[in-house]
């Protein structure tokens, strides 16, 4: 009897361990409990007190906003989760837009559709508007009680108990301390920001100790804590106005740094995910400005299966070919090159738009670069395509820009013996295609054009602590992610609309005007034409700012020739700030009130995003035709 009550002991403690071992119900679960528990009965507290309030007294007003910064505070210790584990739930916490149809990845996948927004951010806004209703307010936070409920489902609960979501969670901490978290992307208090900012990496701090505890065999090594305690101590040094807040230094030193170590524990310990959150995201990027920190596009297109170094460069070779080749227009006398030209990152900085394909008139948008294509989502001005290789097949088909017909392009690019052999040779990599296509045509451009995004800008080697650059540089990216708001629509890395985990491409209303003297909107409708929506008219693609010094013009229209107008622009508030009326402009309609100095220390913040970016020459001379009339052919066409 006794033998029996040590087996059994022995193996009651021994289940124990493995389940503290695999992350069982322990001290790691309860915190997330405890901190979930605690953000739901605040947030009750709040709907309560929204029911008991006044809103005609501004006595009540100010009372409501104290109590919304209190449930903040409370969010802040579950940010760590929440905004992993559930994402669409926690914009219902704390979500910074009224509406949303900012698309996410997905929508390669599925239709994009309305999301209201709801929770902490927009009620305190609406409380700064005039004659706020009770009804309206008190909805916004029942939407945040109805979305706490999701993190108690055991769909959500279960991974808490594993360790694989931490080192996922934890690298979108990161990321967003990179990104938002210093910007006031979704905080409505710029005085708030830094204080908030403070008690997050404190409440986080207690996350790690907790996990530590919990899971002995996967824990954050010391080399980790010692500099997260580091940088909690350079935050508490600084300065609570986020304006002075030293972001450079922040993410140098700490946030990229620590990003580093995390990548590699998520190695170490062969993390596996099984979130689209983690869709884009390469666990191999040692660094946040990492050409390979995420995947927007996949340039290889057909030819993804193909591995082999000397093919992916023959198909680069045939692909530069054709870029420069007229024979992809209806015509014979337009090239890719026409409109992106090579010695001006891929665009044209000439004109305000390209030439129509009649030559009588222009296009009515400007031309965007091809360099750092691949790190969007959706493509075009208003996100028309999902795919490089599509947009490529549009614009050869296109009657307004190349015009040709897609069976008599093949049958044109075939009858060069050149182009032939090459293209019958990669065949055999695409098996699912039984002869040549346009997607083979399509993706051999796109191979070419896309390794031109692989390079670097001092500002990055400067993250990376490879080298330094001017003082009045980092004071930009400090205006740049701060007073001047930059940072709320061009996110770090790539300083497009991609923010983390970098799975969709936002769009914004900015009211951009015909002409330079502002005397109207430009008529221009932009997602509308695609997603017809109140909240998508005149909405266009948050394009990069790398490379700006050397892309103008400037604006969908390419109505501004220089980057101090565009900073000006944005300074006054938009379309709207400049007296234009449209009702759906995301863009702040208040001056931003920058210095000289502060739009100096701008134009030298993006003047260290030009990519050192290695060109090369056009080809001398192009493949020749069985039909000689093609053979006159002119390399980079002639319009």
Not at 144 to 155: C, G, H, L, N, R
Not at 409 to 418: A, D, N, P, Q, R
Request: with cysteine; net charge neutral.
């Amino acid at each position: 009897m006794r033998s029996k009550l040590i087996f059994f002991s022995a193996l009651f403690i021994l289940c124990l361990l493995m389940s503290f071992r695999n992350g069982g119900h322990n001290g790691y679960t309860e915190l997330y409990h405890a901190k979930r528990l605690d953000l739901k009965n605040k947030i009750l507290v709040l709907a309560s007190t929204i029911e008991q309030s006044n809103l005609s007294s501004e006595k009540d007003i100010e009372k409501l906003k104290e109590k919304i910064h209190l449930v903040r505070r409370a969010m802040k210790g579950t940010d760590f989760w929440f905004r992993y584990l559930e994402p669409i739930s926690h914009k219902k916490i704390n979500g910074p837009l009224p509406v949303e149809w900012e698309t996410e990845v997905f929508e390669k996948f599925e239709q994009p559709y309305k999301r209201d927004g709801a929770g902490l951010t927009l009620a305190f806004q609406y409380l700064e508007e005039e004659n706020p209703q009770k009804e309206e307010l008190s909805d916004l936070i029942k939407q945040a009680v109805q979305a706490m409920e999701v993190y108690e489902a055991d769909s959500i609960v279960v991974h808490i108990k594993e360790f694989h979501h931490f080192f996922l969670c934890n690298r979108l901490f990161l990321l967003n301390l990179a990104a938002i978290y210093t910007t006031g992307f979704e905080c409505p208090d710029t005085e708030k920001i830094i204080p908030e900012l403070r008690l997050m990496l404190n409440e986080v701090s207690e996350i790690y100790a907790s996990f530590n505890q919990s899971f002995s065999e996967t824990q954050l090594d010391e080399k980790y804590l010692n500099l997260y305690k580091n940088m909690i101590a350079f935050v508490n040094a600084q300065p609570e106005d986020y304006e002075k807040f030293d972001h450079f230094v922040f993410i140098k030193d700490f946030v990229n740094p620590l990003f580093a170590l995390n990548q590699g524990l998520i190695r170490k310990y062969k993390v596996v995910t099984k979130s689209n959150m983690d869709y884009s995201l390469n666990k191999n990027a040692t660094s946040i400005f990492s050409k390979n920190l995420y995947t927007g596009q996949n340039t290889k297109g057909i030819f993804s299966r193909v591995a082999d170094k000397d093919v992916l460069s023959e198909i680069e070779r045939i692909g530069k070919l054709l870029f420069y080749d007229p024979i992809l227009s209806g015509n014979n006398l337009r090239a890719c090159a026409s409109c992106h030209k090579t010695g001006e990152y891929f665009t044209d900085t000439v004109l305000t738009t390209s030439f129509h394909f009649d030559k009588k008139q222009f296009l009515p948008r400007n031309t965007p670069s091809l360099i750092n294509a691949s790190y969007n989502h959706l493509l075009m001005w208003d996100g028309k395509h999902y795919t490089l290789q599509a947009q490529a097949k549009d614009v050869m088909t296109n009657p307004n820009e190349m015009n040709c017909d897609e069976k008599e392009l093949v049958k044109k690019v075939l009858s060069c013996e050149e182009y032939k052999t090459a293209f019958r040779k990669f065949l055999k990599f695409t098996p699912q295609e039984k002869e040549v296509g346009m997607e083979h045509i399509a993706s051999a451009l796109t191979m070419y054009y896309s390794k031109f995004s692989r390079y670097y800008a001092p500002f990055d080697k400067a993250m990376n602590n490879q080298e330094t650059i001017d003082n009045s540089a980092i004071q930009g990216f400090n205006v740049f992610m701060s007073k001047a708001q930059c940072a709320t629509c061009h996110f770090v890395p790539q300083f497009n609309g991609v923010k983390p985990p970098y799975v969709g491409s936002e769009f914004e209303v900015l009211g951009t005007p015909k002409d330079t003297a502002v005397s109207a909107l430009s008529e221009d409708k932009g997602r509308y034409t695609i997603n017809p929506a109140k909240e998508t008219l005149r909405a266009f693609r948050t394009g990069t700012i790398r490379n700006a010094e050397k892309t103008k013009p400037y604006m969908h229209n390419g109505i501004f020739t220089s980057l101090n107008q565009v900073i000006d622009f944005y300074d006054a508030g938009g379309g709207q700030g400049r007296g234009l009326a449209l009702d759906n402009q995301t863009l702040e309609s208040d001056s931003l009130r920058l210095s000289v100095d502060e739009k100096k220390s701008l134009l030298a913040f993006i003047h260290s995003l030009n990519e050192e970016i290695m060109f090369e020459l056009p080809p001398t001379e192009l493949p020749k035709s069985k039909n000689k009339i093609l053979n006159n052919r002119k390399v980079g066409g002639e319009y």
